[in-house]
């Protein structure tokens, strides 16, 4: 299994690098962005058995300083317009990185 820091980078990484083109595809807000990555936070640590609110409040914290220079260039990449229903019904990470922000 990858580890959580590998697919959040991995899920980041693919919104910076979306091209322009395509239809029905919009600028990524800061909602959307932290969406993502609350998203994939949140399966991961059930992937891996944490279920503990403190715990997930602590590895939010740690993984949105990591990643807040991710987070600030993702802003305004593109992304499909159904982005966050797609999140909603996500099931693994994997899922989010290959069918929410191909």
């Not at 990858?2 to 991995?10: E, F």
């Not at 997930?56 to 990591?66: C, D, I, T, Y």
């Not at 991710?70 to 802003?75: E, I, M, V």
Request: charged share 30%; proline share 3%; with cysteine.
């Amino acid at each position: 299994m990858r580890s959580l820091n590998d697919l959040v980078l991995a899920g980041l990484v693919v919104m910076l690098v979306l091209g322009a083109s395509g239809c029905r595809r919009h600028a990524a807000s800061i909602e959307d962005c932290d969406d993502v990555l609350n998203r994939l936070i949140d399966l991961e640590l059930v992937e891996s058995g944490y279920r503990d609110p403190a715990l997930r409040a602590r590895w939010q914290q740690n993984l949105e300083r990591r990643f807040a220079p991710d987070l600030a260039r993702c802003r305004n990449q593109k992304v499909r317009d159904d982005v966050r229903a797609c999140l909603a019904t996500a099931r693994t990470p994997e899922e989010i990185v290959h069918r929410c922000l191909d």
